[in-house]
């Protein structure tokens, strides 16, 4: 295990979410000093966590400082929420927009929080990223300086402290550096950056293809099927996220190849265990009422599928997921169909216009 650093100042956090990832910031964010706070919708698990400094939800094998405070279930008050440094949501995106929009009159008026958003998913009415759903709710102003932290980090890892780096992003360079400090240690590593759209988009369908990759082993496919899947995946990511109006380049960084390598070949994936057991013939229904935590890929399929039809992007292997989910196709069969698809331009990238983008930026008042 690598040396415990205090780094900078020390702030008061705020951690909306209380399941794997809420909780598993929450000991990090507390372990560099800083004083934690946690909200949860359940008066139970926060009268549980306080009393024995455990999650009876989420890694139940981990001991968390007495330090950090669960609140809840009332949602925080605007005299809570005002003085605090910083907000934290780990919660999926689904819940977003829910929670922003209680959240927003305890801002009105007052000093705003460094926000971090580490949800990965698309909002499935809408289509949104959660950069939208911030302009929708708070406000373009806000939506400019919040930060994303996204990358190959699964919570059971990080309260091991296992060595981790992920990408840390904002369109405020500034916001995005103070993000990156906030969880600095030297065994969680930030890499800054400036393309919020690319990394919430590879986050999101990253997860896509992990399913792809579990269902995929679970069908009985082996090591050369899976690192041609991803391979192929990290092409159609880069290719719908190109078309979007993100960089290119944003996939080949750690919120993009290193999450999709990350979660494509490990079974502490969430979304690669959906896709297993869907290749081994359990019914999704199942699946997600006893998987017993989010995989935020099974919804983000279908806001990925609205958008891939939009743009006409080619995206074979995420249209295949949503045929096995969604259209109640044989996985065997669909993905016996993929494999019988005549290969195309290995490096092909489109040249699409990147429309979804511009009208966000354009939401947000800024030239694209
Ligand atoms: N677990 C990981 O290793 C990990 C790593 C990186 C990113 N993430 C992302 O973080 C997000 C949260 O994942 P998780 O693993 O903590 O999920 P989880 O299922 O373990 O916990 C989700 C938490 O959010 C709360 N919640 C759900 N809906 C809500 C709503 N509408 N309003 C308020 N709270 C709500 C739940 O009660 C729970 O406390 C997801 O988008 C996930 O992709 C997870
Ligand atoms: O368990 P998953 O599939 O939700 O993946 C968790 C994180 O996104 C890994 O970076």
């Not at 998913?121 to 949104?128: L, P």
Request: aromatic share 8%; proline share 5%.
């Amino acid at each position: 295990m690598l040396p415990h650093q205090n780094h900078g100042k020390k702030s008061k956090v705020l951690v909306f979410g209380a399941g794997n990832f809420g909780s598993c910031l929450a000991d990090h964010l507390e372990d560099s000093s800083h004083s934690v706070y946690m909200w949860s919708r359940s008066g139970d698990q926060v009268k549980y966590f306080n009393q024995y400094h455990r999650n009876p939800e989420a890694l139940q094998d981990h001991e968390f400082a007495e330090s950090i405070t669960a609140v809840g279930p009332e949602f925080p008050s605007a005299e809570m929420v005002q003085s605090m440094d910083v907000l934290l949501f780990a919660i999926p995106t689904e819940g977003v927009r829910e929670t922003l929009t209680a959240l927003k009159p305890t801002l009105d008026g007052g000093r705003i929080p460094l926000l971090i958003f580490v949800n990965k998913g698309i909002e499935i009415k809408t289509r949104a990223l959660t950069l939208e759903i911030i302009a929708d709710t708070c406000g373009p102003e806000i939506a400019k300086i919040a930060t994303f932290l996204s990358g190959p980090s699964f919570a059971k890892e990080i309260v091991k402290r296992q060595p981790t780096s992920v990408s840390v992003v904002s369109l405020s360079k500034e916001h995005a550096q103070q993000a990156s400090d906030l969880f600095h240690q030297p065994w969680f590593r930030c890499y800054t950056g400036d393309d919020p759209i690319g990394v919430e988009l590879a986050g999101a369908l990253k997860n896509v293809y992990a399913i792809a990759a579990g269902m995929a082993a679970g069908l009985g496919f082996e090591n050369n099927t899976r690192a041609m899947l991803i391979t192929r995946s990290l092409a159609e990511m880069t290719r719908v996220g190109t078309a979007y109006g993100a960089s290119p380049l944003t996939f080949l960084t750690l919120a993009g190849v290193g999450d999709l390598f990350l979660t494509c070949s490990s079974s502490t994936s969430r979304n690669y265990t959906v896709g297993y057991r869907l290749g081994k013939g359990e019914q999704l229904d199942h699946i997600i009422k006893t998987l017993g935590s989010v995989a935020e890929g099974v919804t983000t399929t279908k806001g990925m599928k609205a958008i891939v039809d939009e743009l006409g992007v080619a995206a074979p292997i995420a249209s295949g997921i949503y045929d096995v989910l969604y259209e109640g196709r044989d996985a065997e069969e669909r993905a016996n169909e993929l494999l019988s698809l005549p290969p195309m331009g290995e490096l092909d990238l489109s040249v699409e216009s990147g429309k979804p983008a511009k009208r966000l930026l354009e939401k947000l008042g800024l030239q694209s």
